[in-house]
C-alpha cells in the first residue's frame, strides 16, 4: 500500500508544478522550449540580439512582434504575433521554395540552399532522399511528414 502511495505521488508531482505555474505541458511548450534556449541572460524575455541569433529570418520583424514596445519580447508577445500571423505564414509556403530555387527549375540546389534557405542547408542530406543533390518539394513533403509522424510517436 506504502508503495502505491508513494508511486501515486511521485506521478502527481510534476502535474502539481504545472498546477502551481499556470502552464501546462504540449501545446505551446514547443515555442516556449527554443525561446528559453534563446534567452542567454536567462530573465524571461529575449534581447533584439538573442531574438536575432535565434530566428535570424524573424529578426526584421523584431519590433512587430514587441508589442509592449519595451525592447524585449516575452512568450507571449512571440505567441500572440505567430497566431495573428498563421494564415499569411502558410499562404507564403510556395514562394518560400521558389525563393530558395534561385534559377527556377523546380528544384533546390545545395548551393541555392546555402545562400537562401540556411535552415534548409543543414538539413539538406536528410531530405534528399535520392541523393541527387536537389531537393524537390516532392522530397521536402516526404521530409515533413516523416518528421510529423516520428513526433506523434514519441
Known amino acids: 500500500m506504502l508503495k502505491r502511495t508513494l508511486i501515486a505521488a511521485l506521478l502527481l508531482i510534476p502535474a502539481v508544478g504545472f498546477a502551481a505555474d499556470g502552464t501546462a505541458p504540449g501545446k505551446g511548450q514547443r515555442a516556449a522550449g527554443w525561446l528559453k534556449k534563446a534567452d542567454a541572460d536567462r530573465n524571461g524575455t529575449l534581447s533584439r540580439a538573442e531574438f536575432a541569433e535565434a530566428m535570424p529570418l524573424l529578426a526584421d520583424k523584431f519590433d512587430r512582434i514587441d508589442a509592449n514596445k519595451d525592447g524585449r519580447l516575452s512568450r507571449r508577445e512571440y505567441r500572440a504575433w505567430m ?61 515533413r511528414e516523416a518528421k510529423r509522424g516520428h513526433k506523434s510517436k514519441v
Do not use: C, V, W
Open 83 to 143: 497566431k495573428a500571423h498563421k494564415g499569411a505564414r502558410r499562404a507564403q509556403t510556395p514562394d518560400r521554395f521558389g525563393h530558395a530555387d534561385a534559377d527556377g527549375d523546380g528544384a533546390i540546389s545545395r548551393a541555392e540552399a546555402a545562400s537562401h534557405a540556411p535552415r534548409l542547408a543543414k538539413k539538406f542530406d536528410q531530405i534528399d532522399i535520392n541523393k541527387d543533390g536537389r531537393l524537390t518539394q516532392d522530397e521536402m513533403r516526404a521530409y
